[in-house]
Nanobody, 116 residues
Framework: QVQLVESGGGLVQAGGSLRLSCAASGITFSSYAMGWFRQAPGKPREFVARIIWSGSSTGYADSVKGRFTISRDNAKKQVYLQMNSLKPEDTAVYYC?????????WGQGTQVTVSS
């Protein structure tokens, strides 16, 4: 059973930083690409960042490029999202994601709130 558990969200002032973590279980973590998505109130869920199994390649949404960094630790079965220079428009629930056989797995999400 695949399980993804996010942590690290919270309330931060604009310009501040947060580091999100996602712990995975039930999968051979080092074989899977991982991603972060977010969903703001009243808006659809959107892609934020992704990282391939080895960590050697990453991709970002234009809105977070240069501010957010995705990384992973395959030994710990965790993926991280370092978020710097946070803006009020980054306020959302952030979800960890992986895909297996065309099926998407999601965590429960962690709330990030950026005050102006």
């Amino acid at each position: 059973q695949v399980q993804l558990v996010e942590s690290g969200g919270g309330l931060v002032q604009a310009g501040g930083s947060l580091r999100l973590s996602c712990a995975a279980s039930g999968i051979t973590f080092s074989s899977y690409a991982m991603g972060w998505f977010r969903q703001a109130p009243g808006k659809p869920r959107e892609f934020v960042a992704r990282i391939i199994w080895s960590g050697s390649s990453t991709g970002y949404a234009d809105s977070v490029k240069g501010r957010f960094t995705i990384s992973r630790d395959n030994a710990k079965k965790q993926v991280y999202l370092q978020m710097n220079s946070l803006k009020p428009e980054d306020t959302a629930v952030y979800y960890c994601n992986t895909r297996d056989g065309g099926y998407d797995y999601w965590g429960q999400g962690t709330q990030v709130t950026v005050s102006s």
